[in-house]
């Protein structure tokens, strides 16, 4: 090799992504009439939630993060520990169902969020809950 040839040798770089266990998520919504004032536009909803770990790993749901919408207008971003006061922890093919509510101003809204894990590794993800419907359906019927 010559002076004028400068041997330079670049480091590897390997770039890892960590895959996120696989996790399936539920909702079913409910409009709830006896906690609903159609005259004073407050609509109540209920909504359950399923939570399948189908990862090979364990889980403790640690955090909630929740965008609540009403006629596409964000009224909410609800943030806290856990769901329900627990931190659920899913073993591999666990799952774990619970209920809540939320209020909103007009017929048609609707929720989005994500939940905040701490695998069994010490690692923390999220997984998303896609956008759901809160629908008052007899405030839509048209007579």
Partial sequence: MSKSQV????PV????RKRKPNFVITVKTQAVENESDLTNNVFAFTYSITIENRSTSTARLINRHWKVYSAEVQIADVKGEGVVGQQPVLKPNDSFEYSSWTVIKDPIGTMKGEF?????????????????NLTFKDRLTVH
Avoid: H, N, Q, Y
């Avoid at 041997?7 to 670049?10: L, P, Q, R, S, V």
């Avoid at 701490?118 to 999220?126: H, I, P």
């Fill in 116 to 132: 905040t894990f701490l695998s069994s590794k010490g690692d923390f993800f999220d997984i998303a809950v896609p956008e759901f």
């Fill in 13 to 16: 770089i390997r770039k890892t």
């Fill in 7 to 10: 041997e330079t040798t670049k």
